[in-house]
């Protein structure tokens, strides 16, 4: 029983570093993502990995009411991700129905063109 103790201690700690390790890669991508889509897909990476990281550290000190922590922090993560999902979306909305300016000043000098060529009103004497 203690060999299968010990094996199960080392293979906790194992897993705990590989996933820092892996956390600070999540990081890295949050903070370099190209796209706000990239950013929000790493915010969700590092909330997961955080999860699993309270959960194993709960199973390596004994401590079961790390997992009720674990529980909170999954609610509180599953939320961020929604509330910048929404905040997005609500972004992209807002700018899709913007009238385009460019397309204003082409309206505009066409109104001029027409006038110069007396095809406007205020045309003949």
């Known amino acids: 029983m203690g060999l299968l103790s010990a094996a199960s201690r ?11 390790i892996t956390l600070g890669f999540c990081l890295l991508r949050g903070i370099l ?3 706000f889509t990239d950013r929000v897909v790493a915010v969700n990476m590092i909330g997961t990995k955080t999860i699993l990281l309270i959960a194993a550290l709960s199973l390596f000190l004994k401590e079961p ?21 929404k905040t997005y979306m609500t972004a992209y909305n807002r700018k899709k129905s913007a009238p385009d300016p460019g397309a204003s000043l082409v309206a505009d000098r066409g109104e001029e063109t027409g006038s110069l060529n007396g095809s406007g009103s205020g ?3």
């Open 65 to 85: 009411y790390l997992l009720d922590v674990c529980l909170i922090y999954a609610l509180i993560s599953f939320l961020a991700v929604v509330v910048l999902s």
């Open 123 to 125: 045309g003949t004497l």
């Open 10 to 20: 080392h293979l906790l700690l194992f897993s705990l570093i590989f996933l820092s």
């Open 33 to 35: 993502g190209p796209k």
